[in-house]
DNA sequence: CCATTGTGTAACTGATTGGTTACGTATCAC
DNA sequence: GTGATACGTAACCAATCAGTTACACAATGG
């Protein structure tokens, strides 16, 4: 089968390159479609359907100002995944100091 | 199109619910196969390939042991997820006193 | 009003996903 | 050797994805 009603999941919304690449270039400010759009090689309906996805995700919310539609990061929700990963970073710490001593020839 | 070839990709590896739930039951050890699969309600060929993806984004590793294959955590290619969203972290903390602002009614 | 600009959406398409069942194969227990 | 066990993989399938082009529509600028 398939995954459920997967909208508005974190995870799958930043699994895709270019949705991350949008939300990294939200850091630097608000941004209308269009503008986003251009900075992309892919055509605009494209990223238009991209940021459809990061807006279920609410990753990013839409302000209309006059025909533009501005984009604003709203990162909240990465919270999740901070949350989730963080549960591993003991583990990779271990991972380092066990290549350490491996690489010490211990 | 679709994505390029995005094996080995830890953002879509963790993308699915099912392999994450297979990274956290993996952090309380090492574990075969069949011991996985049982914990699933999936098909156990179905958590192969799930296994499968996991290891080309060497979020596991296998180690043959007679006709077991024991699957060990490896979590160091989270680093690259965790790095990727700590960008974010002073943002959320400015979302959040924004919204603490808001709610003061400021 | 009319043309233009900025945008979302519909319709379509090929690739990929995630699942299944059926099969192949190596190891263990006897 | 034989049968059972623990796997991976092939073949197949329906659903979803990420893209495209064509279209609809609201706001601006004359």
Do not use: C
Not at 86 to 91: A, T
């Amino acid at each position: 089968m398939a995954r459920a009603q997967a909208h508005e999941d974190v995870f799958r919304a930043i699994a895709d390159p270019t949705r991350r690449a949008i939300l990294d270039r939200l850091r630097a400010g608000p941004a209308p479609a269009g503008a986003l759009a251009s900075d992309f090689k892919q055509s605009r309906p494209a990223i238009s359907k991209h940021l459809r996805v990061l807006r279920e995700a609410r990753l990013v919310s839409e302000q209309r100002a006059g025909r533009e539609r501005v984009y604003t990061l709203d990162p909240m929700p990465l919270q999740r995944v901070a949350g989730w990963v963080e549960g591993y970073r003991s583990f990779w710490q271990v991972s380092l100091s066990n290549l350490k001593r491996y690489l010490e020839g211990k």
